[in-house]
């Protein structure tokens, strides 16, 4: 055999070994993410609705308030966020993911059939709070951008649902395609249910604190987890608290266009250096600039002054960042001139 027929007998074999590698990775990634994503195991909190209208109030704040649950939960149309104010929680925001596959937020009305009617307050707090669905799957999206309640709001949560008018809406269950299993599998490092303790709730009063801040910013409407400098593989901070995201394209029809959430500390390029207590309540007030920004505006504007003072109080109590983001808004890959 001469040595060019070697090599090229070499090469075949190198690149027919290498994509049947690549097939059997495929193969094994489409079969096994299921099963890496089930975790029905998972604990169930020992959690109840109740019927006291106190906590349904409360529940009701925290669904269409701080917690945003509604942000994602009510209404399907991307084009008009507004809608989130007034449509109930009864399946909501459609994620395409393009190759990945794609997934939907749903009812969680009490309708038996296609709401949470039929689930257990145990296994749908199990989804609050840990982001395992009642199914026993793991969901993407309650793990990682979903609040996390103290068991106290977890309870006020239930009951509001609880108390709800059904409403017979079926939501798609939706799915991974098979390159956003193959991600699943060897991109991200394996994703586990949230276990850690359930925070200490620190009740809303009349004088905002630094301390309730703390929970609604860290807990509840999760300032500081979009804010944050983020790797997109391990959701680890890779920046300073509160010191501006990095830049990630819109989930809209304005695909071509990115968006930051910009520094939000006490430097004098963060948003609580520029604007004092009064000017941060207008601006959260003022509301939405971006219709395809990921920012719950509508759900802040129904949280209460209080609250909104608590966070702006705790976002000042962080130490302060010297960054400047840019424009939230621009066309993808923009760099600074
Ligand atoms: C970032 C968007 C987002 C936010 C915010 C969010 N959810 Fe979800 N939720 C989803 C998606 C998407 C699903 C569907 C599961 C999937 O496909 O990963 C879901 C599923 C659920 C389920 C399981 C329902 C079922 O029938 O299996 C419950 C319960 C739930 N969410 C409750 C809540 C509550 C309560 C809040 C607020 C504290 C909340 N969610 C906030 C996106 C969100
Ligand atoms: C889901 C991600 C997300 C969450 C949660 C979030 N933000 Fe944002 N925020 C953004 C993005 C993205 C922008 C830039 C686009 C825009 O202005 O809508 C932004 C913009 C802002 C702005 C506008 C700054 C300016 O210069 O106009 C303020 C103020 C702000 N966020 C404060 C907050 C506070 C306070 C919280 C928590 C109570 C919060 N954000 C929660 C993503 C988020």
């Not at 459609?94 to 309708?111: C, K, V």
């Not at 309650?142 to 079926?170: E, F, K």
């Not at 009064?278 to 509301?287: H, N, S, V, Y």
């Amino acid at each position: 055999m001469s040595w060019k027929r070697t090599l090229v007998l070499g090469l075949v074999g190198t690149v027919t070994g290498v994509a049947g590698l690549a097939a059997g990775a495929v193969a094994y990634a489409a079969l096994t993410t299921e099963a890496r994503l089930q975790f029905p195991d998972a604990p169930i909190p020992d959690l109840a609705a109740s019927a006291d209208p106190e906590l349904i109030a409360r529940g009701r704040y925290l669904v269409h308030g701080p917690a945003h649950c509604s942000a994602c939960h009510s209404t399907d149309d991307r084009d008009h966020p507004e809608k989130v104010h007034t449509a109930p929680v009864a399946g909501g925001l459609p994620f395409h993911m393009g190759p990945l596959g794609s997934r939907f937020a749903r009812n969680l009305t009490p309708d038996p059939e296609t709401g949470i009617g039929a689930i257990p307050d145990g296994l749908v707090a199990r989804a609050i709070r840990s982001g395992v669905l009642p199914d026993g799957e793991l969901s993407f999206f309650m793990r990682l951008a979903c609040a996390t309640p103290s068991d106290d709001d977890v309870v006020a949560i239930l009951s509001y649902l609880r108390s709800l008018d059904p409403v017979d809406h079926p939501v798609d269950p939706g799915h991974w395609a098979l390159f956003g299993k193959v991600l699943l599998t060897y991109a991200f490092p394996p994703l586990t249910p949230r276990d850690d303790p359930p925070p200490v709730r620190v009740p809303e009063a009349e004088e905002p604190s630094v301390e309730r801040g703390a929970y609604v910013a860290e807990h509840l409407a999760l300032c500081t987890s979009c804010h944050t400098a983020m790797d997109p593989s391990t959701f680890e901070p890779v920046g300073p608290k509160a010191g501006g995201s990095l830049p990630e394209a819109s989930h809209g029809a304005d695909s071509d266009m990115e968006f930051v959430a910009p520094n939000l500390t006490a430097h004098a390029t963060g948003v609580t250096g520029r604007l004092d207590e009064e000017a941060f309540l207008a601006r959260i007030k003022q509301g939405r600039a971006y219709v395809s920004s990921i920012m719950p505006w509508e759900n802040l504007q129904d949280t209460s002054e209080s609250d909104l003072r608590s966070v702006y109080r705790y976002l000042r109590s962080l130490p302060p960042v010297d960054h400047d983001s840019g424009p939230p808004y621009r066309p993808v890959g923009w760099t600074a001139p």
